[in-house]
């Protein structure tokens, strides 16, 4: 889901599902690098958790809010309150870990 300031109050802050927002830039290469990973995990967490994406070149204002100071930063959103962040590329493993641990596996693997 692509988010902006027109949807991101609908969509993260007053959204029910916990949502993981990727700031990201069209000029960084990790960014670019992560981006079928982000994409990959939203299919998968369809119905669990909501992804989206905030380019922050185009919502200065929104990454400014969050202190967004490097991209990629994941930021987990839980009931329209930042909960966690990850900043920098994360492969899809480490970003399902991040999301487990945040929001507790219902598969309970432990592993940290």
Known sequence: MILNADNFEKEVLKSSLPVLVDFWASWCPPCKMVEPVVAELERELAGRV?????????????????????????????????????VGAQSKTQLRRFLEECLGSSRGSGER
């Open 50 to 86: 909501k992804v989206g994406k905030l380019n922050v070149d185009q919502n200065p204002g929104i990454a400014g809010r969050y202190h967004i100071q490097g991209v990629p930063a994941f930021v987990l959103f839980v009931g329209g309150k930042e909960v966690a962040r990850r």
